[in-house]
Each structure stands twice: as C-alpha cells, then as structure tokens.
C-alpha cells in the first residue's frame, strides 16, 4: 500500500441549495481497505452516489474531483463512467435482494454484468465458476437457475460480491453490505470482504454505520460527520481519536476497540 493514491477525492455535494458533502478529501491506496463509518444523516450514501457518477441522477450536483489513478470521474461523460462501472470500479449494494432483479435467474444476471463489458463466453463461464466457489456458493446449474426469492439474503449479498468482482476492479465500494444482515452472516461477509483483498489486492472502501466491522475489517479508519472527514487513522491508532463524533463512535462499541483488534486476524 505505497506509492500514488488509486483514489483522490476533493469533493462538494448535494441537492438544491443543500450542501450534504462540504470539502470532503480523503484517498485510498492500491490494495488498502478504508472503512469509512458515519452515524444516520453524515452523509455516506450521498458519497457513495457522487464516486460512483450516479448524483446527478438522484437529482444532485458535484463539484470537486474523484480522481482514479489520475483521471477525474467527475470530467468524464455518462457512456465513459459506464464503461468504468463494474470494470474498474464496483458496488456492493445495500440490499442484496433489492438490487438483484427478481424476475431473472441467477446465471442471466451474471451473463448480464460479463456482456456489460465483455464478450468472450469461455473466460466468463471459467470466471463465474470460480468467483461463486471462492464467495463460498454452488458454482452448480441447479443453483445458477435459482432466482432472488429462491436463496437466502446472505446468498444474496455473496452473489453480489462474486459479480462485482467479475471484471477485476481495482476497487469496490461497499456500501452498508451487512446492514441487511444477520450477526452470524455479517461476520461471514466482514471476513469474505478480507479473503477478497487478500486474494485479489482488490482495494475496499467499506462504508458503514457499524465501527465494529469496519475496526474487524480496514487498514483504516476514517470518520464522516455533517459532511466533513472529522478523522482519519490506521484501525491500530484508534486510541489516538480526537474529534466528539469519532469519541462517540468508540463509546457505542460493545467492547473497547483493543478487544476487537486482538480478534481481527482471525478467520472463521
């Protein structure tokens, strides 16, 4: 995790005459994890929005920079940021079951995100195969024929990681993936999302309201409150946190984050 930033962001956002994000600036390095936690309201899913060039669709407008090895997201057209999208670099949604499109089988949904960006059939079903035995699911026809309402929500959300990572992007944005979650399977995710970039050095930006996984899971932390990065510190520094919104934080979690730490090379 050295040399340039894979990500630089220096951004303003919102809707109307409302600023949500205010001279927000952070990066992110090749192969780093930087969970990004934030109480109801601080203005994660507006970010998420604004990297991904999907504001303005939600009625938003951006200002700034989000620039990806040099090259500003924000200065590109809609039909260049698609190309990007899922390529270099991927979402995992919020709602597993949500963004998953119920009417289609599995396998079609897969087929669906290659032809996005690809057309050589033989690398995906060799791809897709691996990806679902590596996020632990049947790489099985029975199961590719199943549809959203026939698995379960982690299924679910372990689909969406293996379709995210078909093309290989540099980063993933993940975007509360465990809120839907039971505790048990939030935990399987966390430590999926940490074989993820182990094995790939694919870099994470791991946004949620929960410090928890977010302290199980990055190489840092950083902390979003009324639209402003108020804190940002490598997950074993946390002891070093200044700012009330980040001190809140810390006094919500369960256990003291030394606690955490000591269990965060373990695997399940």
Do not use: C
Not at 137 to 153: G, H, N, W
Not at 187 to 207: C, D, F, M, P
Not at 209 to 225: E, F, K, M, P, Y
């Amino acid at each position: 995790m050295t040399g340039k930033p894979l990500l630089r962001v220096a951004l303003q956002a919102g809707y109307g005459d409302k600023t949500i994000l205010d001279d927000l600036r952070f990066e992110i390095r090749h192969g780093e994890i930087l969970g990004l936690a934030g109480a109801s309201g601080a203005g994660k899913s507006t970010l998420v929005l604004a990297l991904l060039g999907l504001l303005p669709w939600r009625g938003g407008w951006l200002r700034g920079k989000v620039e990806m090895e040099n090259e500003n997201l924000l200065a590109l057209g809609d039909s260049h940021l698609r190309r990007l999208r899922g390529r270099r670099i991927s979402l995992i949604p919020q709602s597993p079951m949500t963004a998953l499109n119920p009417a289609m089988s599995l396998k079609r949904q897969f087929a669906e995100a290659w032809r996005a960006h690809e057309s050589r059939q033989g690398e995906f079903r060799e791809r897709s195969k691996g990806l679902l035995e590596e996020v632990q699911l049947p790489a099985t026809e029975d199961f590719l024929r199943r549809k959203p309402s026939q698995i379960s929500v982690g299924q679910a959300q372990r689909v969406l990681i293996a379709m995210a990572l078909l093309h290989r992007p540099l980063l993933i944005v993940a975007d509360e993936p465990t809120s839907a979650l039971d505790p048990v399977t939030q935990v399987q995710i966390v430590e999926l999302l940490k074989r993820v970039n182990r094995n790939h050095g694919t870099a994470i930006l791991y946004v949620s309201h929960d410090l928890v996984s977010a302290i199980r899971l990055g190489h840092r932390i950083a902390v979003l409150a009324d639209g402003a990065m108020v804190e940002d510190l490598p997950v074993t520094e946390l002891a070093r946190a200044q700012h009330p919104s980040t001190l809140s934080l810390l006094r919500s979690l369960p256990v003291p984050p030394q606690i955490l730490l000591r269990f965060r090379d373990e695997t399940i």
